[in-house]
């Protein structure tokens, strides 16, 4: 009798199934740039404004206290006076980016289209303004010396209202601006000389003022 070959089992091979590959997705950064400039002197002249204040603050209550005639009623009348000192040391920032500037004070933000402008013009009064109107019926107030210390945001404006006076709006005050800017370059030229030290050498064959 024949012996019985019996068929082998295939092993079952279980598939295993190869990972999806995801292919690689390019990440695109975009890059915000910023383009307001703000005057660099706020920060500092905000603490200096906020340190004049505690200081003032702590003094007074200090020798109320010490001469035992420290009284809510007291308290409550040094606070509002140093908070008057600190509403008049409060420095405005000034803000500007392109075809715009801004003023930000205690009593909110105001700001001019600089594209816009029709109008350019001193304040009145003791302390130096720049009065700046646009076509929408907007006015702000900058102080000069702000300008002077910050070039960008006199090129800011000034780069507005050469576009304004090219679209035929700013009929008056193109001089104010020409003239702020000269005196500011001469100020500047003459602050590098006394820097330098140039402005006290006398020319060469010149005696030395007296």
Known sequence: MGRKVRPRRTARIRATAAPA?????????????????????????????????????????????????????????????????????????VTAGPGWLAVRGLGGRRHVCTDLLVSVRRGEGSTPRLVLRDALGARVEVDPKILVANPLLRHRLETGAARARAYGLLATGGDVLREMGERMD??????????????TTPPPGRPPRR
């Open 21 to 93: 590959t995801v292919p690689a997705t390019e990440t695109t950064t975009t890059k915000t740039t910023t383009t307001t400039t703000t005057d660099r002197n706020w920060a500092r002249e905000l603490r200096a404004a906020l340190l004049c204040t505690g200081l003032l603050f702590a003094l007074v209550v200090t020798i109320d206290a010490a001469n035992s005639t420290l009284t809510p009623a007291r308290t409550a009348m040094w606070t509002g006076v140093s908070l008057l000192l600190y509403a008049v040391l409060h420095p405005p920032r």
């Open 186 to 199: 001469r100020d500047g030229a003459r602050g590098i000389f006394e820097t330098s030290g140039l402005a």
